[in-house]
């Protein structure tokens, strides 16, 4: 079975959130900035890591979205 699936988020310096998350990005993950979105793709075979994955990417998400709208003002 292949599972995929796309996460697209609105932000103020999307830049800076999409370079944070990409770091963390493991293999089936892809992180980019567009304009004022981040887009990250997921994809893998094994329905309870790729679960795992996006719960980890949320709360690193939530953290670069801090990080970040701390560092551009």
Sequence with gaps: MRIEGTICT???????VA?????DNLPGMRTRADGDR??????GSRLRSM?????????NLAIAEDVCCYVSH
Excluded: K, P
């Design 10 to 16: 609105r932000h103020g310096n999307a830049a800076c």
């Design 19 to 23: 370079e944070a998350l990409g770091v």
């Design 38 to 43: 981040v887009i990250s793709t997921f994809s």
């Design 51 to 59: 679960i795992a994955s996006v719960d980890d990417y949320l709360m």
